[in-house]
């Protein structure tokens, strides 16, 4: 099946430094969203890109639609220990009246003080 | 606002048993959805809702069934459960074009 290529798989930084992760695929998407999961946790929504080359800023983090709909970055400024989790890019399509998510493989981040 | 509700959230089971994973939600969505995640795989849907009355196929149904039993609920079968699918399961619901919302998932065994 469709499948989104996220690098990096996983990242240990300190804290205070900034982060970029992305995601590309062999598909066009309608839009691109960013997800966060905290441990035991389902996926909490974090950013949403709906237009191509759109740049979007959610406090820290900062995500971008690619020109090309083919891929998408997040951007995380002066991480701090809270930003640990893992984070999924997922692509959006509609398929007839649903819409269906292809997620990436995700990115694991760290923190370390 | 509870937002999206799932039970059971463990679940131990034996090769070939039957159960039925239960989600509801309380934010007057049109579609649902159910997805796995496994280790290094991200999350893969496995079937989805999209109006009450209507269910299809995602990238990995095979040995599973789904029930849209009214807007709120969704539920997921496994009639005779395999090692295979042991895994995380996560319902989400959303409206058509939007954002989805996630549960806190179900963490299922097959021993």
């Known amino acids: 099946g469709q499948q989104l290529n996220q690098s990096p798989q996983s990242m240990f930084i300190q804290e205070g430094e900034d982060v970029s992760m992305n995601c590309t695929s062999s598909s066009i998407f309608n839009t691109w969203l960013w997800y966060k999961q905290d441990p035991g946790e389902g996926p909490v929504l974090l950013i949403a890109?709906?237009?191509?080359?759109e740049l979007t800023s959610n406090g820290r983090l900062t995500a971008q639609f690619g020109i090309t709909r083919k891929d998408s970055f997040l951007n995380i400024s002066a991480s701090i220990p809270s930003d640990v989790g893992i984070y999924f890019c997922a692509g959006q399509l509609l398929a007839g009246t649903a819409s269906k998510l292809t997620f990436g493989t995700g990115t694991r981040l760290q923190v370390t003080l | 606002n509870a937002g999206v509700t799932q039970t059971p959230k463990f679940q131990v089971l034996k090769t070939g048993q039957s159960m039925t994973l239960q989600c509801a939600q309380d934010?007057?969505?049109?579609?649902m959805y159910w997805y796995r995640q496994d280790p290094g795989m991200g999350l893969r849907l496995i079937y989805y809702s999209a109006s009450e009355g209507t269910t299809d196929k995602g990238e990995v149904p095979n040995g599973y069934n789904v029930s849209r039993l009214n807007k709120r609920e969704f539920s997921l079968r496994l009639e005779s459960a395999a090692p295979s699918q042991t895994s995380v399961y996560f319902c989400?619901?959303?409206?058509?074009?939007?954002?989805?919302?996630f549960g806190q998932g179900t963490r299922l065994t097959v021993v």
């Open positions: 989400a619901s959303s409206e058509t074009t939007t954002r989805a919302f």
């Open positions: 890109l709906y237009k191509a080359g």
């Open positions: 934010m007057n969505h049109n579609s």
